[in-house]
């Protein structure tokens, strides 16, 4: 897709989206949602895609082997000239808006391939970019296998977090994050982590990301994961859409997904009380949501996206998982060495994933479990051409789980109010 002419970056953006998506981009307008009283969402949260390789090679990831193969085009590596940029506009876009927080996490590719000097460097421009007042807390999510002492000193000199992504048992992580000869990650993962659980590194240890796969076994997952000690645990759902749905293995049940969250869940919900039990997010937002709360992240609820990407070309993109959608899917037509990152505001696709309820499907508003699903991820409702205004593809799934969270939730209501009667 030829992303530039005559009309300009943002509008030949536009108009390719508008063949493969037309709800947001055909439908919906961003002026005319102002003109109606929406205010947009400042941008809090900014990924930077400091690296565009990877040392891994697994199946399901969306950057390499899902629509989108844009990165076959961008740089390597985010340059200097790009970096200060960034840290630049981060810094006007905080001054702009008064923020007092911003997140930055740094993304690849993978991470940790661009090298401690120059994200050392990076972390002190983000700060030094800010204005007296605003704190940035950058955060990574890394494959771990080039955790060394030299690279996590560096991190703790900088403050900067580790997520670090880990599927379950030796066996389970092996069969799909190997290295490109083949051979599987987790002992190198596992070293890695080792070191992040050393008291002098446990403040940078974030928390594991999980992809969730219906032929392992969740508890024996959950035990694994447990074993890292991680202070919090994110299940991902694998990037799907009514076009590329999910893998199901031979004779699943079709809300195998559901049914694994579940089991998840009571495990976590039922364990053994132990001191050190980590968080799930999902779980935790699901159970927020129920009780009429927010949600803290994008795979559930109606909160307003505040998250922005940022290429190593300098390209402003929307969030990443797009990338399992189409072709372009993610693209704004923006550059940071060029545009303000308000300018994104008039983006459909960036103003569709802030206004709530105005983004769902007629079958989603008239669903009982819309104010807490939210639709599910938005990258997950995608149908070619139709575009994003649907339910999510994982819609059964996504209903077993809350209603199942619901149910152990009222019943536990209830035996404490009945405890408490005289
Ligand atoms: S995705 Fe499904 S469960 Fe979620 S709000 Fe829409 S219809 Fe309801």
């Known amino acids: 897709m030829t992303m530039a002419g005559a009309a300009g970056p943002v509008d030949a953006v536009r108009e390719a989206h508008r063949a493969a998506a037309r ?6 307008d961003p002026a005319a ?12 949260e900014f990924v930077l895609k400091v690296h565009q390789r990877c040392n ?6 969306y950057v390499y082997e899902q629509a989108d193969q844009s990165w076959r085009d961008r740089p390597r ?3 200097e000239e790009i970096r200060r940029a960034a840290a630049a506009a981060i810094g006007r876009h905080a001054e702009e808006h008064g923020l007092t927080r911003v997140r930055v996490i740094l993304h690849g590719g993978e991470p940790l391939l661009y090298g401690p000097r120059r994200l050392g460097e990076l972390a002190a421009e983000l700060r030094a970019a800010v204005p007296d007042g605003c704190v940035v807390e950058i955060g990574m999510q890394t494959n771990g296998v080039r955790l060394t002492e030299a690279t996590v000193a560096v991190l703790r000199e900088h403050d900067v977090k580790c997520g670090v992504s880990v599927d379950g048992t030796q066996r389970d992580h092996d069969r799909h994050r190997k290295f490109r000869n083949g051979e599987g990650s987790f002992t190198a993962v596992r070293n890695g982590l080792e070191l992040l659980l050393r008291p002098e590194n ?3 240890y974030a928390g594991l ?5 219906p032929d392992i076994d969740p508890v024996e997952t959950f035990e694994q994961l447990a074993k890292f000690e991680p202070p919090v645990i994110d299940f991902l759902l694998p990037h799907a859409n009514h076009e590329s749905r999910p893998w199901l293995p031979p004779g699943a049940s079709p809300t195998a997904y559901g049914e694994w969250l579940v089991k998840a869940f009571d495990h976590w919900y039922f364990g053994k009380p132990r001191q050190d039990a980590p968080r799930v997010r999902l779980f935790e937002d699901v159970m927020r949501l129920v009780l009429k709360g927010r949600s803290g992240s994008e795979q559930i ?3 307003p996206s505040a998250l922005l990407v940022i290429e190593t070309d300098g390209a402003i993109e929307q969030v990443d998982a797009l990338k399992s959608a189409y072709q372009g899917a993610a693209f704004t037509g923006l550059d940071v060495t060029r545009d303000a990152f308000d300018a994104a505001f008039d983006d459909p696709g960036v103003a569709a994933r802030q206004i709530g309820l105005r983004a769902l499907s007629d079958t989603c508003l008239s669903c009982r479990f819309h104010p807490v699903c939210g639709g599910g991820h938005y990258a997950h409702r995608y149908a070619p051409g139709a575009g994003f205004k649907n339910p999510s593809v994982y819609c059964e799934d996504l209903r077993l789980l809350i209603e199942h969270i619901h149910r152990r939730l009222e019943a536990d209501i209830q035996r404490l109010l009945a405890m408490g009667e005289p």
């Open 56 to 61: 891994l090679a697994c199946d399901y990831c």
């Open 23 to 28: 709800w947001p981009y055909a439908e919906l």
């Open 77 to 79: 590596a985010m340059s």
């Open 33 to 44: 949602l102002r003109a109606t009283g929406w205010t947009p969402t400042p941008f809090r």
């Open 301 to 303: 609820g109606l909160s």
């Open 202 to 204: 446990r403040t940078l």
């Open 209 to 213: 990301l999980c992809t969730v796969s």
